[in-house]
């Protein structure tokens, strides 16, 4: 079957410092990786979809700067938050795009920043 | 626009009746549309979805329908347990590994 996993599961960082979090795809093939952050409270932002061969495509309010993303093969993505602030916690979801459609989704990194 | 509205925010009802949660979304290109429920401190999970050639599906005390005319879609929960207590996000996207938009989220709960 196909799976996501998401490492680490959750993290703490000290404001300021940066931490990277990383997405893995078993059992398929990803085409585009979708990487969301849930803030306390909110629902499901998109930061920035990444597909294999392209461009990767921020959405507004988030950046490359930022939010820096590798994608360097079809089971593998990896994104870093940089100079976390409070504003920045929540649960970072990848969302694996399988096909046309189907959206896989890991378990979440968990980012609490203090 | 691409935004994907959800309607009502909470939800409570008494075990055994039934929950609706109603979405719009607003791009006319959007096919699919899937519902993930999430369970406190998980992710979300998919429970169905439906594509725009339906109009209806069902499967294990779920139906979605879709109007996509009225660029609407909605979730039915027939006998609510206490187990169905959960946030609901519906979502739309469209065929070519495109983003998917979620909506605000449903708070449901059920009540015994």
């Known amino acids: 079957g196909a799976l996501v996993y998401q490492y680490p599961r959750r993290t703490i960082c000290k404001s300021g410092t940066s931490m990277r979090m990383e997405c893995q795809a078993v059992?398929?093939?990803?085409?585009?990786v979708a990487w969301y952050r849930q803030s306390p409270q909110k629902t499901f932002e998109l930061i920035a979809l990444s597909t294999v061969n392209s461009a990767i495509k921020y959405e507004q309010n988030f950046t490359q700067e930022k939010f820096p993303i590798s994608h360097p093969n079809l089971s593998f993505s990896s994104m870093t938050v940089l100079n976390a602030y409070l504003e920045d916690r929540g649960l970072y979801l990848c969302?694996?795009?399988?096909?046309?459609?189907?959206?896989?989704f890991g378990k979440g990194t968990r980012l609490t920043v203090v | 626009g691409e935004q994907v509205e959800q309607l009502p925010s909470i939800l409570r009802v008494q075990e055994g009746s039934s929950a609706s949660i109603n979405c719009t979304y607003e791009?006319?290109?959007?096919?699919?549309f899937p519902w993930y429920k999430q369970e406190p401190g998980e992710n979300p999970k998919l429970i169905i979805d439906?594509?725009?050639?339906?109009e209806r599906k069902q499967t294990q005390g779920l139906i979605v329908l879709l109007d996509k005319k009225a660029k609407r879609f909605s979730l039915h929960i027939t006998d609510t347990q206490p187990g169905d207590s959960a946030m609901y996000f519906c979502a739309a996207s469209r065929a070519g590994g495109y983003k998917v938009v979620f909506g605000s989220g449903t708070r449901l709960l059920v009540s015994p």
């Open positions: 059992g398929f093939q990803a085409t585009s």
């Open positions: 439906i594509r725009s050639n339906m």
């Open positions: 969302g694996a795009i399988h096909g046309n459609t189907e959206v896989f």
């Open positions: 791009n006319s290109a959007s096919n699919y």
